[in-house]
């Protein structure tokens, strides 16, 4: 199959926010097998390259020179060790929700928690996707990636990623750089709920369910994500716009005498972790709209595009969040998606 070079190519529809900027050189990779063509490619273009998956966690502020390259390598398949570990390994490219229900489907568990995060399997790990008390890194086993420098094939064990809350090795220490093609998951066939997350368990006793499937486990999560989270083909988001801080023990402890209701949650030895949308929803901003950019109504952490916003308004915004909070509660709110150019 060859490679479609396309040009001036509009990125809205390849982006969760719906940012209507344009790409210079724009082209889908396949298969494992066009991967040599791109690498030329790549060289002969001699422009910065941008690798997207579902484009769910973008901030796009202006039209790219770049050559963007769409990942839709598919396929998903799994293998049985004698120990019941079940190793699933799934293309780059594969919709990471409907990845999530097929393992299920199979009786194979242990994703349950993460069901329905936007983006695809290459994108999980580039910031160790989470939600609910799992993280990727909890359910990883490798991953394969081409370096975009040499053009040579690497396979990457769970520690090499080094992973982090929303952080890897791909996102901090080497940007751009590595182009993820499948990741292999360790799953089981014995379903181990995993149900300490915050109002979990309330929820599973309000509907009367004593020990939930794991598809009931599934159903109820996407129930809770959608109650809250917008669905970026109505309104446009990229998830939680910010991290949630860790700081000092000391100073959250400092924090909650003057604010009592103050959440936050034991992290590292001597670290707190503060619920981000807590702070930014204490200081009126949920619901506040500035022309098309705005912090959704019903989740304080998760800034919207209403239509028009362009990616700068979004960060104007959050740039007016992030001083308001550290005015406050001297805190600086980090930004969590990626942002181009
Ligand atoms: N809260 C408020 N007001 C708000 C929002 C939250 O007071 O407007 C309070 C809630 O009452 C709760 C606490 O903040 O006590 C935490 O809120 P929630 O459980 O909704 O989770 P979160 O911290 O906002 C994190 C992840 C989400 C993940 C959920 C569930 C980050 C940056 N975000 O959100 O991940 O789905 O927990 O595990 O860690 C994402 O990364 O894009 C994402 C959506």
């Keep these: 199959m060859l490679l479609e070079l396309q040009e001036n190519i509009s990125l809205k529809s390849f982006n969760s926010f719906g940012f209507d900027v344009s790409a210079r050189y724009f082209v889908e990779l396949k298969s494992v097998e066009q991967f040599e063509a791109l690498h030329q490619l790549i060289a002969d273009c001699d422009l910065p390259v941008l690798i997207i998956g579902g484009g769910s966690n973008l901030i796009l502020t202006n039209d790219l ?19 019941g570990t079940l190793c699933v390994t799934a293309g780059a490219g594969e919709d990471w929700h409907t990845l999530v229900r097929w393992t299920l489907e199979q009786g194979c568990y242990g994703l349950e928690n993460l069901s329905l995060i936007p983006g695809t399997v290459g994108a999980a790990p580039m910031q160790n996707i989470g939600a609910y008390g799992v993280e990727l890194k909890d359910r990883m086993l490798s991953l394969e990636a081409f370096d975009l420098d040499t053009g040579e094939k690497q396979r990457f064990s769970c520690e090499e990623c080094q992973f982090g809350y929303r952080d890897s090795v791909f996102k901090s220490r080497y940007p751009g750089r590595y182009l993820i093609t499948s990741v292999t998951f360790s799953l089981s066939r014995t379903f181990k709920p995993v149900l300490h997350y915050g109002g979990l368990i309330g929820e599973l006793e309000a509907r009367g369910i004593e020990s939930p499937g794991a598809l009931q486990l599934s159903d109820l999560i996407c129930e809770t994500r959608n109650s809250k989270l917008p669905q970026p083909e109505l309104i446009g988001n990229a998830g939680s716009f910010f991290k949630n801080p860790v700081i000092q023990t000391q100073q959250a402890e400092q924090l909650k005498e003057r604010y009592p209701g103050l959440v936050s949650f034991a992290d590292k030895p001597g670290y707190s972790k503060l619920a981000a949308g807590w702070l930014i929803d204490q200081l009126g901003w949920k619901g506040r709209r500035e022309g098309d950019a705005g912090v959704y109504e019903k989740q304080a952490l998760v800034l919207v595009n209403y239509g028009d916003a ?32």
Excluded at 313 to 320: C, H, K, M, P, R
């Design 65 to 83: 020179n770049q050559l963007v390259v769409v990942n839709r390598i598919s396929g998903h398949s799994i293998s049985e060790a004698e120990d």
């Design 310 to 341: 362009s990616g700068q308004d979004i960060l104007e915004l959050a740039g007016d969040i992030q001083a308001d909070v550290y005015t406050n509660f001297g805190v600086m709110l980090e930004i969590e998606p990626r942002c181009y150019p």
